[in-house]
């Protein structure tokens, strides 16, 4: 099936899998390519600084190292849900040049992307790996990693993690609907993990993912391990461990 316009066969996924497009009436943002190249001469409002400091507060930490890496796993699993929900329900994804897609950084999924212009591309490994590792991870975590001091290898495996995330609610959707999506989803993953960038952040086997890092989530009040931690318990007593 061909992309249409408005990536209408998204929206039966719900959440993290819809993107609206140009047709959709929403207010104009910058783009992901002003947000990962801001400058402080730049007209644009600081979008990447603004969803950090936005994160922290709702989740009441200090900690901005911790709000920056929540931050980025959540974006990353609006890419990889959108790319992979895609390319299983359409076997092509439209072109995610951080250029043509808007982030309103003040709102949450679906609202908070939207495309300018619906491109197809090939729903292939390499496209997709390009598209959202080289296109939108990389420069992110750059800027994360500058601003933050989030380590790399962290913000990596957040991006493992959200992978795996993304593929495993394609898998659960397409179960109660009955297709083979998840497991097209989960074909998609695996070849995605051999990536250089993706392959050292964790262990996928089949729907499961154990990351070699851990997202600092357990620093935030109240909070502890998520199921796909390095750890099998909060690690109070050794807190910089996370840092790789």
Do not use: K
Not at 101 to 130: C, E, F, G, K
Not at 215 to 240: I, M
């Amino acid at each position: 099936m061909d992309l249409d316009p408005h990536l209408t066969a998204l929206r039966e996924l719900g959440g993290f899998f819809v993107l609206h497009t140009a047709g959709d009436s929403l207010d104009p943002t910058p783009t992901l390519a002003q947000a990962y190249a801001r400058r402080e001469e730049d007209i644009y409002p600081d979008s990447i600084t603004f969803r950090v400091r936005t994160v922290a507060d709702h989740l009441r930490t200090s900690e901005l190292r911790v709000s920056a890496s929540i931050a980025q796993q959540a974006l990353a699993a609006r890419l990889w849900s959108i790319a992979l929900g895609c390319a299983v329900l359409y076997d092509r994804v439209p072109d995610l040049d951080p250029r043509l897609l808007h982030w309103d950084a003040a709102s949450s999924a679906p609202d908070d992307l939207w495309l300018a212009d619906v491109r197809p591309r090939a729903a292939d490994a390499a496209t997709v790996a390009d598209l959202v590792v080289r296109g939108h991870l990389e420069p992110l975590n750059a800027a994360l990693h500058a601003r933050y001091g989030v380590a790399e290898g962290l913000l990596w495996g957040n991006a493992g993690s959200a992978l795996a995330g993304a593929a495993r609610e394609l898998d659960r959707l397409s179960r109660g609907a009955g297709t083979d999506a998840g497991a097209r989803a989960h074909a998609l993953a695996a070849e995605l993990f051999t990536h250089p960038r993706l392959a050292p952040t964790g262990t996928l086997i089949g729907t499961a993912f154990r990351r070699r890092s851990c997202c600092l989530y357990y620093r935030v009040p109240g909070g502890g391990v998520c199921g796909d931690c390095c750890f099998t318990s909060t690690p109070w007593s050794s807190p910089d461990a996370t840092s790789g």
